[in-house]
């Protein structure tokens, strides 16, 4: 990576060398009465060019895409936030006058987003919307809305609105409107659902900027605010230069300026330019271009060594740490030719599969240990740093319900990690039938000690790792056994060594179809109780036998989870449970099939507070195993 750096700074230095404009002053002036707070602009002399608004006679204007524009009600520059105020509706109709802009889009490569504390009602819905993750029925809160406002009356027509909460995902950057979806929206600023609709405040959406980096400068005559700060190439974005500020002082992005260390008092706002502050403020003085030489020459100096110095670390700590937690077993930190030589280089015929977070080889080390080797693929919005360090997390955790880490090599471009090869296939296989010997093998107890290891594995990611990971891909498929059935949770927090930007996925980015939290369609955030009821799904093949997706069964069962939720409302839990598993099974048997069944519906409980935690999870389990192995008799 280093490589390719000097040439792009290189770039720089002739970028900065031929153009030349006079920087804004930081704060624009008031717009009517109304204060401009630092880093928005009204003007291309003041505030930040990135975070453009309109001053119009005295008011607030933000424009959005296609031409949309709207009037801003209130600005809360602590918080980085300001509101505006959705379009109305159309005369006595249920259409918003935005509808052929197709409502609030956000030029996503603008600073800002569409907050979460926003809830949208999108109403004149056509029925595609039913399909949607959105909540649309008929007791969704957008009918009581419509019920009891005036305004919206036209809407009472229209028999299909739906609700959710911003933010998140697509959703930060548009609340969208069309014809071939909902033609309506309200959006409501933190809104208490408890409120009756006549106590609700008026419609609003609010809007966050993201904080704004030191000003962009061509030169040090830009940088206008006395010797506090000094143009410098950014060392983040080849091409362009920055007003850092000088040692003592810290980059305050709320009031624009280069305040005392001492005095900035926002967490986390003041920290962007704290490491760069130092490393440029050496150099101030002598002719252009032999700064810009230094400057260049000593970042690409830096960078290298800052890489090395992390790599070293890295491989010191880490052999420590494997050789204090691995059991005996020697685990270690590989070198890049090692793992060469055991796979093959990587050659295509030791794939043995590939996932989102990278591609899995099968190797052979020099003692004769089977090996399965991890490529973490890096997500392109990772730094190198935050890539190793996660690696280097994942290589702590150790715990015999989770495959076997060997070591780690971080030698080579990618991060690896060598895991015991496991060689009896997965959970997924054996419960469909895809292995010799098949489902006969999983008894009803051995079915239980499955679940409980799986549970075991879990929970100790979650309550023992520091900092606690969570799996976020829990399903039978990554649920390894070995000779003797055991099993052993693998591909633990891979996924986010393959997190991309969420504002760039569209559909469902994490997790697998089937097994993925409800939630998370909300609020798009993954959780250790997400792990909880993608475990529930697991319980619920291990019981029935069938497959989490299955689009042979019934269009309303086709997702195993809402299958067996309607069977237990239905009182019916013990018709789904796998015929196999019943024949000839004792009535304790029969039983704690039913709790197994009862203690999965609490882990796909719709809200996350209500799902057990994987330990008090693994406690059940583990009690409902003792029962079948006769050590407990029921009370
Ligand atoms: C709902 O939207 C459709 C399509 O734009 C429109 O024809 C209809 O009048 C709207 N309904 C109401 C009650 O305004
Ligand atoms: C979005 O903003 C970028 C950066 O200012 C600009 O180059 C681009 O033209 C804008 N896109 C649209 C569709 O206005
Ligand atoms: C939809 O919202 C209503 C009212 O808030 C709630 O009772 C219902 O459980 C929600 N349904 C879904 C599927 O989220
Ligand atoms: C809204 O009003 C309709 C018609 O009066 C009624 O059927 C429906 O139950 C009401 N919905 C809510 C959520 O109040
Ligand atoms: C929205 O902006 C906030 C504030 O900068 C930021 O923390 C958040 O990650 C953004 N969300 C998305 C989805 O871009
Ligand atoms: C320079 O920084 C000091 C300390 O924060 C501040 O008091 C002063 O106003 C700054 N000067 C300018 C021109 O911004
Ligand atoms: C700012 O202050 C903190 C602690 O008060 C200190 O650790 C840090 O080095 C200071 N930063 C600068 C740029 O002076
Ligand atoms: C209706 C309309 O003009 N939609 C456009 C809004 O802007 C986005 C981004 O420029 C276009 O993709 C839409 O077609």
């Known amino acids: 990576m280093e490589k390719k750096m000097a040439p792009?700074?290189?770039?720089?230095?002739?970028?900065?060398?031929?153009?030349?404009?006079?920087?804004?002053?930081?704060?624009?002036?008031?717009?009517?009465?109304?204060?401009?707070?630092?880093?928005?602009?009204?003007?291309?002399?003041?505030?930040?060019?990135?975070?453009?608004?309109?001053?119009?006679?005295?008011?607030?204007?933000?424009?959005?895409?296609?031409?949309?524009?709207?009037?801003?009600?209130?600005?809360?520059?602590?918080?980085?936030?300001?509101?505006?105020?959705?379009?109305?509706?159309?005369?006595?109709?249920?259409?918003?006058?935005?509808?052929?802009?197709?409502?609030?889009?956000?030029?996503?490569?603008?600073?800002?987003?569409?907050?979460?504390?926003?809830?949208?009602?999108?109403?004149?819905?056509?029925?595609?919307?039913?399909?949607?993750?959105?909540?649309?029925?008929?007791?969704?809160?957008?009918?009581?809305?419509?019920n009891s406002t005036i305004e919206a009356a036209a809407c009472g027509n229209t028999p299909i609105?739906?609700?959710?909460?911003?933010?998140?995902?697509?959703?930060?950057?548009?609340?969208?409107?069309?014809?071939?979806?909902?033609?309506?929206?309200?959006?409501?600023v933190n809104l208490d659902y408890s409120l009756p609709v006549s106590r609700w405040p008026d419609p609003g959406v609010e809007i966050q900027w993201v904080s704004p980096r030191e000003p962009i400068c061509q030169s040090q005559t830009d940088c206008n605010d006395g010797s506090n700060s000094t143009c410098a190439p950014d060392p983040a974005r080849a091409g362009q230069s920055r007003c850092f500020c000088n040692a003592e002082l810290r980059w305050d992005p709320i009031s624009g300026t280069c305040a005392n260390n001492v005095t900035c008092q926002t967490p986390g706002g003041c920290d962007g330019s704290k490491n760069r502050a130092p490393l440029i403020a050496g150099i101030t003085s002598g002719v252009v271009a032999t700064l810009l030489a230094g400057v260049v020459g000593f970042l690409v100096y830096k960078r290298h060594r800052r890489i090395k110095e992390a790599q070293e670390r890295l491989a010191k700590e880490r052999e420590g740490i494997l050789?204090?937690?691995?059991?005996?077993?020697?685990?270690?930190?590989?070198?890049?030719?090692?793992?060469?030589?055991a796979t093959n280089n990587f050659s295509k015929d030791r794939l043995l599969g590939s996932g989102g977070y990278g591609e899995v080889f099968k190797g052979i080390i020099d003692n004769g240990t089977l090996i399965a080797v991890k490529c973490a693929k890096l997500g392109n919005t990772k730094g190198t740093d935050q890539v190793l360090n996660e690696v280097s997390i994942l290589c702590q955790v150790n715990h015999r319900s989770l495959v076997g880490l060997l070591g780690c090599c971080v030698e080579l471009e990618q991060p690896l990690m060598v895991y015991e090869y496991i060689s009896n296939g997965t959970l997924f296989e054996h419960l469909h039938g895809l292995r010799p010997g098949g489902q006969g093998l999983l008894t009803w107890s051995r079915r239980l000690s499955i679940a409980h290891q799986t549970a075991e594995g879990l929970a100790y990611l979650h309550f023992s790792a520091v900092p606690p990971i969570y799996h976020r891909d829990v399903k039978s498929s990554n649920i390894l056994l070995d000779e003797k059935l055991n099993a052993k949770v693998s591909d633990f927090g891979l996924s986010r060594l393959a997190e991309t930007d969420l504002s760039h996925i569209s559909t469902c980015a994490q997790g697998t179809l089937g097994y993925l939290d409800p939630e998370y369609y909300r609020n798009y955030q993954l959780t250790d109780k997400s792990d909880v009821y993608s475990f529930g799904v697991v319980l619920l093949e291990l019981l029935t036998s069938q497959k989490a997706i299955d689009f042979n069964r019934e269009a309303d069962d086709v997702n195993l989870a809402i299958y067996v939720q309607r069977m237990v409302e239905e009182e019916r839990l013990m018709d789904a449970v796998d015929p196999i598993l019943k024949e000839g099974a004792s009535s304790v048997e029969l039983e704690t099939m039913k709790a197994l069944g009862f203690l999965a519906a609490g882990c796909l409980e719709e809200r996350r507070q209500n799902r057990p935690s994987m330990k008090e999870v693994s406690e059940e389990i583990d009690y409902i195993l003792s029962i079948v192995k006769g050590q407990v008799s029921e009370a």
């Open 8 to 146: 792009q700074l290189l770039l720089t230095a002739a970028l900065l060398l031929y153009a030349g404009c006079a920087m804004a002053a930081r704060r624009c002036g008031d717009c009517g009465s109304t204060p401009v707070p630092y880093p928005l602009s009204t003007g291309p002399d003041c505030g930040d060019q990135s975070y453009k608004v309109r001053c119009i006679s005295g008011t607030l204007r933000f424009d959005t895409l296609n031409g949309s524009s709207y009037l801003v009600t209130s600005i809360n520059p602590e918080i980085q936030r300001f509101v505006i105020s959705p379009a109305s509706f159309a005369g006595n109709t249920c259409i918003t006058t935005d509808l052929p802009s197709q409502g609030i889009q956000l030029n996503s490569s603008l600073p800002f987003n569409v907050t979460s504390s926003n809830t949208i009602l999108y109403l004149n819905c056509t029925e595609t919307l039913l399909g949607s993750p959105l909540n649309c029925t008929s007791t969704s809160l957008c009918h009581t809305y419509i």
């Open 161 to 188: 609105c739906c609700t959710f909460r911003a933010g998140g995902s697509t959703t930060s950057y548009m609340i969208r409107v069309r014809n071939s979806g909902c033609r309506a929206y309200r959006s409501f």
């Open 323 to 341: 050789n204090a937690n691995n059991r005996g077993k020697s685990a270690k930190v590989f070198t890049g030719k090692q793992m060469k030589k």
